[in-house]
Nanobody, 114 residues
Framework: VQLAESGGGLVQPGGSLRLSCAAS????????MGWHRQAPGKERELVAVILSSGSTRYPNSVKGRFTISRDNAKNTMYLQMNSLNPEDPAVYYC?????????WGQGTQVTVSS
């Protein structure tokens, strides 16, 4: 599966961004999708997961602020990020878990600054 993120950029504290992840290739083999992020000097952190059932999971650090969703007709997954704060800047990566592998996008930078 090939994944391409978009939607990153610069936002002020308290602002919002929506990231997109367009999938192509063996779409039918996808079992779950999600987002990770990695800030400089930090380990990659799981941000959100959406299962094939539509169930979602979030860590406490983003729960209530981030929302993951998908549009199956467009083969696209989204991450709506609200109330962004100085802990959120990172490169955000989308991923897809298939029957044989976990595929990753190239990442998109999110910067939070006034």
């Amino acid at each position: 599966v090939q994944l391409a993120e978009s939607g990153g950029g610069l936002v002020q504290p308290g602002g919002s961004l929506r990231l997109s992840c367009a999938a192509s290739g063996s779409i039918s083999s996808i079992r779950s999708m999600g987002w990770h992020r990695q800030a400089p000097g930090k380990e990659r952190e799981l941000v959100a997961v959406i299962l094939s059932s539509g169930s979602t999971r979030y860590p406490n650090s983003v729960k209530g602020r981030f929302t993951i969703s998908r549009d199956n007709a467009k083969n696209t997954m989204y991450l709506q990020m609200n109330s962004l704060n100085p802990e959120d800047p990172a490169v955000y990566y989308c991923y897809a878990v298939t029957d044989i592998a976990t595929d990753w996008g190239q990442g998109t930078q999110v910067t939070v600054s006034s």
